[in-house]
C-alpha cells in the first residue's frame, strides 16, 4: 500500500506570495492532518479534515487555510508569507483514530 | 494546561551504547502515548503506542514504558545503531470534545557517534 505523498517536497517563495501544498492520504484514510515543525518550535497541529469538513485547528493565522477533496486528497494554502513561514510542513493520514502515519513533508523557504 | 516535556534535548551517544529517553506529560483526559522516529528531512514514523493499561511495549531495539500513575514515559534503546540517529517525538492523544487531540513533545535529537 502507497504511503501519504505530499507535492512538492522543496519550495522556495519570496515575502507576499502566496503556495498551494498537495497531500494525497493512504488509500482509505478520510482523515488528513496537517502541521508545521521548525527547529525552535517543534511540531505544531494546524488543521485536520475528515471527510472534506475541517474537524480541529491549531492555532495558526487565518492566512493559513485548507481544503479536503471527495477522494480525501488534502491542501493547504498560504498567503501573504512571512520570513516565520519557513518550515517543514508535513501531512499525515489515519483511519479515524489510528495512528497517523505521516508524509515526507515540503519543506518551504520563504526569502 | 496540555503538555509533553521531554528530555534531553539532545543526546550523543556511542555506537552500541544503550541509551534511555524522557517523556513526561501532564494531558488529560489519557488516551494514549506513542513515539515516533523521525529522520532529518522526513516524516515521523511510528515505533511504539501505548495506552493506559499497557506500562511497556518493544519494537526491536526500541522499549517504551509507560507509568500512568506519574504520567511518565521512556524510550529505551538497547545496542545503539548509527542509524538510530534522529529525533524522537513523544505524542500524547487527548479524547475530548468528540475529537481526537495531539499533543507533541519538542522532540530529543540523538547522535550515534562511531
Known amino acids: 500500500k502507497a504511503g501519504v505523498t505530499q507535492t512538492p517536497r522543496y519550495l522556495i517563495k519570496t515575502r507576499g506570495q502566496q503556495v498551494t501544498l498537495s497531500c494525497s492520504p493512504i488509500?482509505?484514510?478520510?482523515?488528513v492532518s496537517w502541521y508545521q515543525q521548525t527547529p525552535g518550535q517543534g511540531l505544531q497541529f494546524l488543521f485536520e479534515?475528515?471527510?472534506?469538513?475541517?474537524?480541529n485547528k491549531g492555532n495558526f493565522p487565518g492566512r493559513f487555510s485548507g481544503r479536503q477533496f471527495s477522494n480525501s486528497r488534502s491542501e493547504m494554502n498560504v498567503s501573504t508569507l512571512e520570513l516565520g513561514d519557513s518550515a517543514l510542513y508535513l501531512c499525515?493520514?489515519?483511519?479515524?483514530?489510528?495512528?497517523?502515519?505521516f508524509g515526507p513533508g515540503t519543506r518551504l523557504l520563504v526569502l | 494546561k496540555n503538555q509533553v516535556e521531554q528530555s534531553p534535548q539532545s543526546l550523543i551517544i556511542l555506537e552500541g551504547k544503550n541509551c534511555t529517553l524522557q517523556c513526561n506529560y501532564t494531558v488529560s483526559p489519557f488516551s494514549n502515548l506513542r513515539w515516533y522516529k523521525q529522520d532529518t528531512g522526513r516524516g515521523p514514523v511510528s515505533l511504539t503506542i501505548?495506552?493506559?493499561?499497557?506500562n511497556t511495549k518493544s519494537n526491536g531495539r526500541y522499549t517504551a514504558t509507560l507509568d500512568a500513575d506519574t504520567k511518565q514515559s521512556s524510550l529505551h534503546i538497547t545496542a545503539s545503531q548509527l542509524s538510530d540517529s534522529a529525533s524522537y517525538i513523544c505524542?500524547?492523544?487527548?479524547?475530548?470534545?468528540?475529537?481526537?487531540?495531539?499533543?507533541f513533545g519538542s522532540g530529543t535529537r540523538l547522535l550515534v557517534r562511531p
Open positions: 488509500s482509505g484514510h478520510r482523515s
Open positions: 505524542v500524547v492523544s487527548s479524547w475530548m470534545d468528540s475529537s481526537y487531540k495531539l499533543i
Open positions: 499525515a493520514s489515519r483511519r479515524y483514530g489510528e495512528t497517523q502515519y
Open positions: 501505548m495506552t493506559f493499561s499497557e
Open positions: 479534515y475528515f471527510s472534506e469538513t475541517q474537524r
